[in-house]
């Protein structure tokens, strides 16, 4: 699965930049207009630009195609959150253009449409925006997120360390590896080299060392070389991994279980590597060597920090402090109640922001200059919408690090998420948030919110969860690794989500539950997804009535996500968990399923699987599964699913589990490879 996602990654990052990308109206989020005297639209476009080593923005000539609207007065475009480019519309010709520079990575194109009152005052330009054309842009990966990384596993290098896993079993070290193997480097005499695939300025190395005996952590230094070279000492430490016991799980090594055993550190080097250039880890000389295993290696291409947006309000400014030496929470609050007053953006730049206050953010842009060089940091550096049922509107936060101080888990504790409450028509860009408990805890209802770009690493729950009566939002473009619950999650508890979307995400190794899971609710979807590596009690894509969610409705969507080795044994049933699975425990499921052009690859149990009381009005169709441990289809409940063109090579027991629960798989033809029927778990190995 690395290397499929390095190649898709390359093919991104490779394309040239003189290509032009077209992005349909279909493509494009609506939202709420800011202004609310003037009626108006607001269409939002996410165009992936390919990172280089070169400016951070470049300058492109957008296009924007549409047809003349009665009542259409005047268009312009905000761009990234933080600068507004007026459009002179071109009525006869179709088409309109505008200059802008554009960032790397992924950019928001907001196309606000004012409009005369027609006879029923509404601002409705149905059919006026046809699509934005935007040069260098990209396509994003068929599955999976349009990383700014290439992802490389530490296995697959030169080593003279010891190689650990493949293993399955939750609770060893390799099993919450990537690929469930990595490199364990005893002492400095070991090392790992690994050629750089692309060029790279800047690395994040996923790594585990031991607990101290008594719990709370061990600090190490590991040296990276470039080319033999010395280019920086790291400090790497496992005070915020290694949790034991049981659910919520304690720090206490007595309490037996360990697990959550890895971390990450980021490393932006000095000198950029070239493409082949050697990149070399090993344990720091010290008296006393602590082991460091590693998991795997990101490459990544850095763009030089964001400028300042014109006529910003600095934090700085208000008394906030880039060194970390002083809480800059007050600070932070006084710039963003003058840019909600005067609707100018506030800066964050380059710097450490110590915050142990949480900044509450309502009709406000909140920018900083890039997540690898604006850092929130300390005991409370969450950002907060406002409290449902009256949510914060017309928020942008973009282009920060969130790192919290979170080393347990308390549910009682929402502070401590990286965002959280809610937040209607708004947009969270380009952020990375690490070491919180929650990277995004969203509580509706509120409609309208768009995250996209983010990176979520390293948290004690969820990477993010819409919550209670979350509509018409999106999850898009983003990576999340090594969370402590779900990589993301709908729960509709006592009210539903509706309409929601998980899309074009790429969610690795959840230390509990599913890489992604949508629990009850109405019409929403995950697609284009790519997951990997479930650890326990969860597998790699899940639709359920569970946890007190409301029950299924509408059309629930499953389209287009590939899962690697996903699915779990599970270690309360004593059986598999399968990389697709579907739980009616609440009651009965009978909303819809709709199925499509699923890829489940290396599923280590079964590759599909329905359980509870009873699984119903499942469409499945174009479901490819290669290699399965145990079966193709586990079928443990009552209900039915229409099967059609699912073909499965390299089953490793039966294609189908079937001890008289009472589900009917119904043959809809083109179906192939899964065809035998067995009751009855393999024996153990």
């Not at 990654?9 to 494009?28: D, I, R």
Request: net charge negative; aromatic share 8%.
């Amino acid at each position: 699965f690395a290397r499929m996602m390095s190649v898709v990654a390359l093919l991104v990052l490779a394309l040239p930049f003189a290509h032009a990308h077209t992005l349909p109206t279909q493509a494009a989020m609506h939202m709420r207009c800011r202004e609310r005297t003037d009626p108006c639209a607001r269409l939002v476009f996410r165009p992936f630009v390919p990172s280089t080593l070169q400016d951070t923005y470049s300058d492109c000539d957008l296009a924007v195609s549409h047809t003349r609207h009665p009542f259409a007065r005047r268009m312009y475009l905000v761009v990234n959150g933080v600068a507004t480019v007026d459009l002179a519309p071109d009525w006869a010709a179709g088409i309109s253009r505008a200059r802008t520079p554009l960032r790397t990575g992924v950019n928001t194109i907001e196309i606000i449409v004012f409009t005369g009152n027609d006879s029923t005052g509404a601002p409705d330009v149905s059919g006026l925006i046809h699509a934005l054309e935007v040069p260098g842009a990209a396509p994003v990966p068929p599955y999976g997120a349009p990383l700014p990384y290439m992802e490389i596993e530490a296995e697959t290098g030169e080593t003279n360390g010891i190689r650990i896993g493949p293993n399955y079993t939750f609770t060893s070290l390799p099993s919450e590896a990537s690929a469930r193997m990595a490199v364990t480097l005893v002492d400095s005499t070991h090392y790992v080299r690994i050629a750089s695939p692309i060029a790279a300025n800047a690395v994040s190395v996923r790594f585990s060392i031991p607990d101290a005996s008594t719990g709370g952590g061990l600090s190490t230094t590991l040296d990276v070389l470039v080319n033999g070279q010395l280019a920086a000492n790291v400090t790497v430490t496992s005070r915020y991994a290694w949790y034991y016991g049981s659910y919520p799980f304690t720090k206490n090594p007595a309490d037996g279980h360990a697990h959550h055993f890895f971390d990450e550190v980021n490393v932006l080097l000095a000198s950029p590597l070239a493409v082949h250039d050697t990149l070399e880890l090993r344990p720091a000389q010290i008296a006393t060597p602590i082991p460091i295993t590693i998991d795997l290696v990101d490459f990544y291409i850095v763009p030089a920090p964001l400028p300042e947006p014109p006529d910003a309000l600095s934090v700085v400014d208000y008394g906030a402090d880039p060194r970390g030496v002083r809480d800059s929470s007050s600070a932070f609050t006084a710039a963003v109640t003058k840019g909600q007053a005067t609707g100018r953006v506030v800066w964050v730049p380059p710097g450490n922001f110590t915050l142990n206050s949480n900044v509450r953010l309502d009709n406000v842009t909140l920018a900083g200059a890039g997540a690898w060089y604006t850092t929130l940091h300390g005991s409370h550096p969450g950002l907060i919408g406002g409290p449902a049922p009256k949510p914060s509107e017309n928020v942008h936060i973009s282009d920060l690090f969130i790192r919290g101080e979170v080393r347990e888990r308390n549910d009682s504790d929402q502070s401590v998420n990286g965002v959280f409450g809610a937040f209607a028509d708004s947009i969270i860009s380009n952020v990375w948030i690490a070491h919180t408990k929650v990277g995004m805890w969203l509580d509706g209802p509120f409609s309208n919110l768009l995250i996209t770009g983010c990176i979520i690493r390293d948290t004690t729950a969820d990477g993010v969860n819409f919550h209670v009566g979350v509509t018409h939002s999106f999850v898009e473009y983003s990576a999340v690794r090594n969370t402590g619950d779900d990589g993301l999650a709908m729960w509709s508890e006592r009210v539903p989500n509706t309409f929601n979307t998980f899309q074009s995400n790429t969610v690795q190794i959840p230390v509990l539950a599913n890489n992604i899971a949508i629990y009850g609710g109405t019409s929403n979807a995950m697609r284009n997804n790519a997951v990997a590596d479930t650890l326990t009690q969860g597998g790699g894509l899940h639709v359920g009535n569970r946890f007190k969610s409301t029950p299924l409705a509408g059309t629930t969507i499953v389209a287009g996500n590939m899962a690697v080795r996903a699915g779990c044994m599970d270690p309360n049933w004593h059986f598999g968990v399968g990389g697709l699975w579907f739980y009616a425990l609440d009651e009965p499921m009978t909303g819809e399923i709709s199925v499509e052009d699923n890829v489940i690859v290396d599923s280590p149990y079964p590759g599909v699987q329905f359980i509870g009381s009873s699984v119903s009005n499942v469409n499945i169709t174009n479901l490819t599964v290669t290699r399965v441990g145990t079966f193709v289809f586990q079928l443990q409940s009552q209900g039915n699913a229409t099967v059609h063109s699912a073909v499965a090579t390299g089953v490793g027991y039966y294609g189908i589990y079937n001890c008289g629960a009472g589900l009917t798989l119904i043959d809809g033809g083109g179906n192939a490879g899964w065809n035998s029927t067995h009751c009855g778990w393999p024996p153990a190995p």
